[in-house]
């Protein structure tokens, strides 16, 4: 029942999957913080750039922008990312940049949903007591900030995981674009859906378990 | 201009500001610059590849319009199939009867862990193998389906926030007039709840909407990316104009989605005859995955 797995490379292509996720996690996770930091700087240019990037990008769908990436930035304008000639590693290096841009907009919000979370008397009582603009940052504002983007960064990592899937439109060899072989050439359709949902649920769920299990753990009491 | 993080400033961080601002100004102009360069390198900002979209009407009327009639009819399509969906599921995650409670939280969990494009992969081959739908209807089928299975669970889980956010006193008044759970649910709070949820509801939509691209670029479903595929190759490999004009009809569409669902939450925030209760645009974020898993509030339904 299970023999037809040999034929295909799913492990590789769970793999492929991780890869992608990880990677764009990272990724998305330093231009995100770069975001944020300028959408709440005091700086007007670098908050509108901020603004206008993360409201643009959050309102393009992931689809449009992975095939752009491909179509337009590799075959129009010829960029390779350093992949060479391997056209494998073009896409999957495209995949990870597509994934990156548009993750990074929804880590900008919660980072900023989570510095809103930290009331102005926080930052006021801390400037009473003499405290400098670097100790109310570093001291009062940041740790309360980023025990409660945990959540929402927990969020953003599994939608991510997910979104993977979407750089099947661009030919990378992950989990989906397997199953759509596996379902286009065995007659298993039922047997193979149950698998992948698996593989996607044993992703997906212990993540968001423990991650919502640690923001809980370190969630400021108010 | 002071926030939390920073106070009123003084001469000294004035003038490092400008310094920022002009360094920034710097280096945005240096990366237009070097993106224009590109474009004009390779020929893409010559007007034979734009001029289609400004004179005459044969691109709009043959690519975008129908594109984008097809991409608002599987929305809306999901939509109207999965709300009722979710809130029969959402309920029943209320439910006080442990049979109907862990059933609908699985399929709930399971649904919301599966990404849309599997189960529109799966849907395409389920219509090909088990109905006799015609293979030209077929992609749309499959990507109502694959988003009303993931909508419907994320709806169901809106409806129970939009449950769970109402007061206490809501329930617990409408038991001690003597509702029957039936009634309490049916009179006061799903009344509420539905406009407490409305703003949450709408921005949904914005995910739904850009979700039907996927259709276009794996399933062979006729929406408005897909159709900016075809017209690209139309007029010759045309490939930055097309993907820029179908990005801004996305971004148009979706940016007035969100600004109608700011605008609900802020109109519901103010008014007075309800009981204040609002599931905000923020909040779906933090439902669509805060408690996967995590304990069921059951309390107070």
């Given at each position: 029942?299970?023999?037809?797995?040999?034929?295909?490379?799913?492990?590789?292509?769970?793999w492929?999957?991780?890869?992608?996720?990880?990677?764009?996690?990272?990724?998305?996770?330093?231009?995100?913080?770069?975001?944020?930091?300028m959408?709440?700087?005091?700086?007007?240019?670098?908050?509108g750039?901020?603004t206008?990037?993360?409201?643009i990008?959050?309102?393009?769908?992931?689809?449009?922008?992975?095939?752009?990436?491909?179509?337009g930035l590799n075959?129009?304008?010829?960029?390779?990312?350093g992949?060479?000639?391997d056209?494998?590693?073009?896409?999957?290096?495209?995949?990870?940049?597509?994934?990156?841009?548009?993750?990074?907009?929804?880590?900008?919000?919660a980072?900023?949903?989570?510095?809103?979370?930290?009331?102005?008397?926080?930052?006021?009582?801390a400037?009473?007591?003499?405290?400098?603009f670097g100790?109310v940052?570093?001291?009062?504002v940041?740790?309360?900030?980023?025990?409660?983007?945990?959540?929402p960064?927990?969020?953003?990592?599994?939608a991510?995981i997910?979104?993977?899937?979407?750089?099947?439109?661009?030919?990378v060899?992950?989990?989906?674009l397997v199953?759509?072989?596996?379902?286009?050439n065995?007659?298993?359709?039922?047997?193979?859906?149950?698998?992948?949902?698996?593989?996607?649920?044993?992703?997906?769920?212990p993540?968001?378990?423990?991650?919502?299990?640690?923001?809980?753990?370190?969630?400021?009491?108010? | 201009?002071s926030s939390?993080?920073?106070?009123?400033?003084?001469?000294r961080?004035k003038?490092?500001?400008i310094?920022?601002?002009?360094?920034?100004?710097?280096?945005?102009?240096?990366?237009?610059?070097?993106?224009i360069?590109?474009?004009?390198e390779?020929?893409?900002?010559?007007w034979?590849?734009w001029?289609?979209?400004?004179?005459?009407?044969?691109a709009?009327s043959?690519?975008?319009?129908?594109?984008?009639?097809?991409?608002l009819?599987?929305?809306?399509?999901?939509?109207?199939?999965?709300?009722?969906?979710?809130?029969?599921?959402?309920?029943?995650?209320l439910?006080?009867?442990?049979?109907?409670r862990v059933?609908?939280?699985?399929v709930v969990e399971?649904?919301?862990?599966?990404?849309?494009?599997?189960?529109?992969?799966?849907?395409?081959?389920?219509?090909?193998?088990?109905?006799?739908?015609?293979?030209?209807?077929?992609?749309l089928?499959?990507?109502?389906?694959?988003?009303?299975l993931?909508?419907?669970?994320?709806l169901a889980?809106i409806v129970r926030?939009?449950?769970?956010?109402?007061?206490?006193?809501?329930s617990e008044?409408?038991?001690a007039?003597?509702?029957?759970?039936?009634?309490l649910?049916?009179?006061?709070?799903?009344?509420q709840?539905?406009?407490?949820?409305?703003?949450?509801?709408?921005?949904?939509l914005?995910?739904?909407v850009?979700?039907?691209?996927?259709?276009?670029?794996?399933l062979?479903?006729?929406?408005?990316?897909?159709?900016a595929?075809?017209?690209?190759?139309?007029?010759?490999?045309n490939?930055?104009?097309?993907?820029?004009?179908?990005?801004?009809?996305?971004?148009?569409?979706?940016?007035a989605?969100?600004?109608?669902?700011?605008?609900?939450?802020?109109?519901?925030?103010r008014?007075?005859?309800?009981?204040?209760?609002?599931l905000?645009?923020?909040?779906?974020d933090?439902?669509?995955?805060?408690e996967?898993?995590?304990?069921?509030?059951?309390?107070?339904?």
């Amino acid at each position: 029942m299970f023999d037809f797995l040999q034929d295909y490379d799913l492990a590789g292509a769970v793999w492929t999957t991780v890869q992608l996720a990880v990677l764009s996690a990272v990724g998305s996770l330093i231009w995100g913080t770069v975001l944020a930091a300028m959408r709440v700087g005091p700086v007007p240019l670098m908050r509108g750039f901020g603004t206008a990037y993360v409201n643009i990008v959050r309102n393009i769908p992931l689809t449009v922008i992975i095939l752009f990436a491909s179509l337009g930035l590799n075959q129009t304008l010829g960029i390779t990312l350093g992949g060479g000639g391997d056209f494998e590693t073009i896409n999957f290096r495209l995949a990870v940049l597509g994934l990156t841009l548009y993750t990074s907009a929804f880590v900008c919000e919660a980072l900023r949903s989570g510095i809103n979370t930290v009331p102005v008397g926080q930052a006021e009582a801390a400037r009473a007591i003499g405290l400098s603009f670097g100790q109310v940052l570093a001291n009062i504002v940041l740790p309360q900030a980023f025990r409660s983007s945990v959540v929402p960064l927990a969020n953003v990592l599994i939608a991510l995981i997910k979104n993977t899937t979407v750089a099947a439109a661009i030919g990378v060899a992950e989990t989906a674009l397997v199953m759509k072989e596996m379902i286009e050439n065995e007659a298993q359709l039922l047997l193979i859906s149950a698998i992948i949902a698996l593989v996607f649920v044993v992703l997906t769920l212990p993540t968001g378990l423990f991650l919502g299990w640690v923001g809980k753990k370190v969630a400021v009491k108010r | 201009m002071s926030s939390v993080l920073y106070d009123a400033q003084g001469p000294r961080a004035k003038r490092r500001n400008i310094v920022f601002t002009v360094v920034f100004l710097v280096a945005l102009a240096a990366a237009l610059w070097w993106v224009i360069d590109k474009l004009v390198e390779k020929d893409q900002l010559e007007w034979a590849k734009w001029e289609m979209f400004f004179t005459g009407t044969e691109a709009w009327s043959t690519y975008i319009w129908p594109g984008l009639e097809n991409t608002l009819k599987a929305a809306v399509l999901a939509v109207i199939i999965a709300l009722p969906l979710g809130a029969v599921l959402g309920i029943a995650r209320l439910s006080d009867h442990v049979w109907v409670r862990v059933p609908a939280a699985i399929v709930v969990e399971f649904f919301r862990s599966i990404p849309v494009l599997v189960l529109m992969i799966f849907g395409l081959a389920l219509f090909s193998e088990y109905t006799s739908v015609s293979s030209d209807d077929r992609p749309l089928y499959a990507v109502v389906t694959g988003l009303v299975l993931y909508n419907a669970s994320v709806l169901a889980e809106i409806v129970r926030a939009g449950i769970l956010s109402l007061p206490k006193g809501q329930s617990e008044a409408a038991m001690a007039i003597g509702l029957r759970k039936n009634q309490l649910m049916r009179l006061v709070l799903l009344p509420q709840a539905v406009t407490a949820m409305l703003p949450a509801i709408v921005s949904q939509l914005v995910v739904i909407v850009k979700d039907t691209a996927l259709g276009g670029a794996v399933l062979t479903f006729g929406e408005l990316l897909a159709s900016a595929n075809t017209m690209s190759a139309y007029y010759g490999a045309n490939t930055i104009a097309s993907f820029t004009i179908v990005a801004l009809i996305f971004i148009a569409l979706n940016f007035a989605l969100t600004t109608f669902a700011s605008w609900l939450e802020a109109r519901l925030r103010r008014s007075k005859r309800s009981t204040g209760a609002v599931l905000g645009v923020e909040d779906v974020d933090d439902i669509n995955a805060a408690e996967v898993g995590g304990p069921h509030k059951t309390d107070g339904v």
